[in-house]
Every structure is written in structure tokens, then in C-alpha cells.
């Protein structure tokens, strides 16, 4: 607004200046034409009014100054114009010998008389740059007033528009680590603030959701953590107490079991830690069918593993976690299954489908989802297995979603039946 004001005040400043210099132009044309009739009419030439910075000179056709105002009595003409002109001109001139440094308007006036030509010559004080004081000083009240209004305006606006980012600063600054229940107030206008509000609060639930998921998995992880620690307390301590009595070697079995329990659950726990961290997993072309004879190969077989592989299922991802994924998969069917486990690779679409289907008792519908909860084990789990630790199946979802792919739990007419699904490798 102040560079809008100040084009409008100088754009003004020159143009009522122009009108202004018009204006006496003209009145010097009308004060000229009625010294010359005034001439005509009287056959010499009147008194002529002297006023400040104004000057007047008439000459005869011969060219001899015949009258003139007293501040250019004895001067030369003071119009630098073509003095043989028949016609009246008007023009700036500045620097005149009666008035150094000063700019005038001057006319150069030529009129007929009985004996010739002659010519009047006369200058008045040009119109300065500002017009006038009263005019200035008028454009410059209007300017700042012009100004702090907007100013005000704007203030006053901007000050409404973001209040509602102040009242999120405050309620963010009250958030704690501690207490991650509250959320910034929601703006009533559906604007970018409102969006920027509702934004915070889902990053809050998010952060409140990793929190709380963070503190339950750090209790369950001691706990279970504990239990096998307890366990080789006890029996270290029985066998201290009665040495002679001990059975050192089926002491040594129970110690060795509990040890390989918490090796593995501490095992479970870095890769739990590696996936929350979020590294991204490498992209290698991975055969599914592959995948399978080489685990099944490598690993003991307590059931009977019935094979149906497509071969060319190649999908994108880290080889090892991928089989890390099938061994979580497989540990838990066979746990569960009764004589035979199932694994099938097939292609669908653009999709990759690895399926491990038991013929255990199955899982209910309605705990599908909740074998995939870190350390959560049904009673039927802990019946096959006390020893589980509740991460195997987490751990294989959270490597299909780092893949991409999806893990779930399908319908079938006996045990359980879990699908994976990986985009195929283009």
C-alpha cells in the first residue's frame, strides 16, 4: 500500500503541476492579448504591472524596447524564441539573466499597429515540483493515513488469521512425552489452518500409538524376558543347595533349554528393533519356489511338508528376511498342525502368493488379527509350545509390509492358512 500511495501521490503531483502550468499559460496568452489591445487602442503602451518574478518587455518593429517592468529595463529579450514570428509561442525557459537559476513560463506575443510589428515579450514564475504546500502537505496526511489504515487492516487480519496457529503453539508446547492424550484445537473454517491442525493431531496419534506401543512392548519384553532368567535362577540355586543330590547333567539340559529360549526371544527382539528402525531392505530378485526347497531343506521336519511350487514366481526383496518371513510361517504351522503342512507358491496377476496352510484346529476369526500383536500367544499356542515367544508372527508381517506385500490369515475348511502376497518383480 505505501508503494501504491507514493505512485498515486507523484503521479498526481505531476499531473495537477501540468494543469497548474497550463493554466497560467493561458492566463499569459490573455494577459498578452490585452496589452496589445490595450496598445492599439491607446497608440502607446500602458503601465505595466510588476509583480514578483514576473517580468514584461514590448518592442517596436525596429526592434527598440519601448517599455519594460523595471527588473528587465536595460535587458535583452528575454524569450529565446525566433523573434521574425508572426504567431504567439509559449515556452519553459530557466537561467534568464534578470533571474539566474530560476525557471519562468514565457510567451512571446508579435501584433500588428500602423507603423509594423511589434512584440511582447513576457515571463511569470514557473510552477514548482510540489504545486503548492497546502496541495503537498494534503497528498502526504492522505498517504499516511492511507497507509495506517492497511497497516491496521492488516494487522488486525493476519492477527485473527493466525490465531488459531497460536493457540497450537500453546497446546504443543503442553504436550509432553508423558502425556500424549491432548491434541491442538481443530480452526472452524475449512482453510490450510484447519488442515495443518488436523495434520497435527494425526502425527500426534501416530506419536501417541508409538508410544504406547513402545511402553507395552518394553513390559512384555521384560517380562518375558524374565521368565527365563528366573528359571535358570532356580536351578542354579537347587543345585547349589544340595550338591551331592544334583543331577548335574539333566541340570545342565534344563539350563542349556532355558539359555536357548532367551537366545532365542533376545534374537526376536534385535530383529523387532531392526524393522521398527525402519533400514531399507535391499531389492535382489528372490525366487518363492526357490525360497521354499532351500528353507525346506536346511530345516528338520517334524510333520510332512507337501510341496506345490510354480516356478518364476520372482519377487523383489531381502533374501533373508524373506526367508526369515517363511520360517516364522512354517515354525508356527508346524507347531500347530496335526500330520501334514502345506506350502503353496502361485502367481495372481501382478502379485507373488506364498500360502502355509496347516491342518491344526485353526485360528477364530475374530483373534486373526490378534496373533499378529507383538507377544501375544492363544492358549492353544501355549499348549503346543510354552516356550514361544509371541514375536514369530509380528516379526513376518512386518517384513511383508517392508516388502510391500500383505500378510494375512484366509478362510479354509481346517486349520489355518496364511497368505502372503508380494508385487512381482517387473
Request: with cysteine; hydrophobic share 45%.
Amino acid at each position: 500500500m505505501a508503494l501504491i500511495c507514493t505512485v498515486i501521490v507523484v503521479l498526481a503531483v505531476i499531473a495537477i503541476r501540468q494543469n497548474v502550468r497550463e493554466y497560467r499559460a493561458k492566463n499569459l496568452v490573455g494577459r498578452a492579448v490585452e496589452i496589445s489591445q490595450q496598445v492599439r487602442e491607446n497608440g502607446h503602451v500602458p503601465p505595466l504591472p510588476d509583480s514578483p518574478g514576473s517580468a514584461i518587455q514590448v518592442f517596436n518593429p525596429s526592434g527598440v524596447l519601448v517599455a519594460a517592468t523595471p527588473n528587465v529595463a536595460h535587458a535583452p529579450p528575454m524569450n529565446r524564441l525566433v523573434s521574425r514570428a508572426t504567431v504567439y509561442a509559449t515556452r519553459n525557459i530557466c537561467d534568464l539573466r534578470a533571474f539566474p537559476g530560476e525557471c519562468k513560463i514565457g510567451i512571446y506575443f508579435p501584433f500588428h499597429m500602423t507603423d509594423g510589428m511589434w512584440r511582447l515579450h513576457m515571463v511569470v514564475p514557473d510552477v514548482p515540483w510540489y504545486v503548492n504546500l497546502r496541495l503537498l502537505g494534503a497528498l502526504l496526511a492522505g498517504w499516511i493515513l492511507l497507509v495506517g489504515a492497511t497497516a491496521l487492516a492488516a494487522y488486525r487480519i493476519v492477527s485473527r488469521t493466525l490465531a488459531p496457529v497460536d493457540a497450537m503453539t500453546s497446546k504443543l508446547a503442553e504436550i509432553t512425552v508423558g502425556d500424549l492424550s491432548q491434541r491442538v484445537p481443530v480452526p472452524w473454517f475449512h482453510d490450510e489452518l484447519r488442515r495443518l491442525a488436523e495434520r497435527a493431531n494425526q502425527t500426534l496419534d501416530r506419536a501417541e500409538t508409538a508410544v504406547e506401543r513402545q511402553r507395552r512392548f518394553a513390559s512384555d519384553a521384560s517380562h518375558d524376558l524374565r521368565s527365563p532368567l528366573t528359571a535358570i535362577h532356580t536351578e542354579i540355586e537347587e543345585a547349589l543347595l544340595h550338591p551331592e543330590d544334583t543331577d548335574w547333567e539333566n541340570t545342565a539340559q534344563t539350563l542349556l533349554d532355558s539359555v536357548e529360549r532367551l537366545q532365542s526371544l533376545v534374537t526376536s527382539l534385535l530383529q523387532v528393533a531392526r524393522l521398527d528402525a525402519g533400514a531399507p531392505a535391499r531389492r535382489d530378485p528372490v525366487d518363492l519356489a526357490e525360497l521354499v526347497t532351500s528353507e525346506l531343506a536346511l530345516r528338520p521336519r517334524g510333520v510332512a511338508i507337501a510341496e506345490r511350487l510354480t516356478p518364476g514366481v520372482t519377487v523383489s526383496g531381502d533374501r533373508l528376511h524373506l526367508a526369515r518371513l517363511l520360517g516364522n510361517l512354517l515354525d508356527n504351522a508346524e507347531r500347530h498342525a496335526e500330520s501334514t503342512v502345506t506350502v503353496t507358491v502361485i502367481r495372481e496377476g501382478g502379485t507373488g502368493v506364498l500360502e502355509v496352510l496347516d491342518d491344526g484346529d485353526g485360528i477364530p476369526p475374530e483373534q486373526r488379527e490378534a496373533v499378529f500383536q507383538r507377544f501375544v500367544r492363544l492358549d492353544s499356542s501355549r499348549k503346543k509350545d510354552a516356550g514361544g515367544t509371541g514375536l514369530g508372527l509380528p516379526i513376518a508381517r512386518q517384513i511383508a509390509e517392508n516388502h510391500g506385500g500383505t500378510l494375512r490369515i484366509a478362510d479354509c475348511p481346517r486349520g489355518a492358512r496364511f497368505v502372503l502376497r508380494l508385487p512381482l518383480r517387473e
